[in-house]
């Protein structure tokens, strides 16, 4: 029961506080290695005195950054909770809690929201910009208050699943079958999610260095994905309704999961998300995901993220209950 125990402390410690500002964090190491590498290996490239890397050995080189990344940051994590149950069973349960609720991001996301609906509830749309990029990667300078709504719910809606079901869910199959499993597999993951976030695209100089992060991570999000669309559209009581809408618009958007995850918030929330966003001055377009049956508004955001929450505490007490039956 001792993977139980911690997988209840982590959500509870994610819920009362988050992610403390001054504390170090998972990602922020994670984060730290992968820009050493990155830049080490586009400082080489730079260097015209020896011969630039050939596609295929950059791709050896994402393949040898991905793989050890993830694997070091699990097994980093089964050390340091191994020597800590050598001190005290106590310390382990601790730490371990620790470290998983870092990687539910369930209060930092519902705070990132809540901080940019509160300054827009002021009035103040110049303050809501500047708030807002805090959070997304568009531009966000001259956008109305509609587009204001819209940026938070895709960010909402888009890491809803990469930031918190799955982490949770690789925390359940990992604490179903080892010993403090639940966080060396939820820590795991995140590194995935990091090196996606960090080289994971298609635009050079990432194309060839992050293709191997892109691909892993778009495998591993795909099942809790498509599970957390299945969880939301029962929560919804249309299920038929919502699923058709995501198989009609989801598979439009070229990644295999983030399409999916905004998408069942659109088609239970009744909102249409997508369209026109501009990156660094340049106008990118995705595709429109639901239908505009009602406008994006302030109460269409808090019920995203009580789904979100009310999905989380569903797969977290099933867990428990599967785990205490097994």
């Known amino acids: 029961m001792t993977n139980c125990l911690i997988l209840i402390l982590a959500a509870i410690l994610d819920f009362l506080i988050g992610d403390p500002v001054n504390w170090l964090h998972p990602v922020q190491v994670m984060g730290w290695l992968i820009a050493q590498f990155t830049n080490l290996v586009f400082q080489k490239e730079a260097d015209r005195s020896i011969p630039k890397f050939a596609p295929l050995a950059m791709k050896v080189l994402g393949i040898i950054l991905g793989i050890s990344l993830i694997l070091g940051s699990g097994l980093i994590i089964w050390l340091m909770v191994s020597i800590a149950s050598k001190i005290h069973p106590i310390l382990a349960i601790a730490l371990s809690s620790i470290l998983l609720a870092a990687c539910f991001a369930g209060r930092s996301l519902r705070d990132a929201a809540e901080s940019v609906l509160a300054v827009l509830a002021l009035g103040n749309i110049a303050n809501a910009r500047k708030e ?137 929330l009744q909102v249409q998300l997508g369209g026109a966003n501009r990156y660094r001055g340049i106008v990118k377009y995705k595709p429109l995901l639901g239908e505009a049956i009602a406008p994006i508004s302030s109460p269409k955001i808090k019920q995203a993220l009580a789904l979100t929450r009310i999905c989380f505490l569903l797969w977290l007490s099933l867990g428990i209950a599967i785990a205490g039956l097994l």
């Open 132 to 268: 807002l990029s805090r959070y997304v990667g568009r531009d966000t300078e001259d956008l109305t208050e509609l587009e204001i709504l819209r940026a938070v719910l895709e960010t909402v809606t888009e890491n809803a699943i990469d930031a918190v079901t799955s982490p949770l869910f690789y925390a359940l199959m990992g604490s179903l079958f080892l010993p403090y499993g639940g966080v060396v597999l939820a820590i795991a993951y995140k590194a995935s999610s990091t090196l996606d976030s960090m080289v994971g695209y298609c635009e050079a100089p990432y194309s060839d260095l992050g293709w191997f992060s892109a691909k892993t991570d778009d495998v591993l999000t795909w099942l809790p994905c498509r599970l957390t669309v299945i969880t939301l559209a029962l929560l919804s009581g249309r299920p038929l309704e919502v699923w058709k809408i995501c198989q009609r618009d989801a598979h439009q958007d070229p990644s295999p999961n983030s399409g999916w995850s905004e998408c069942v918030y659109a088609a239970i």
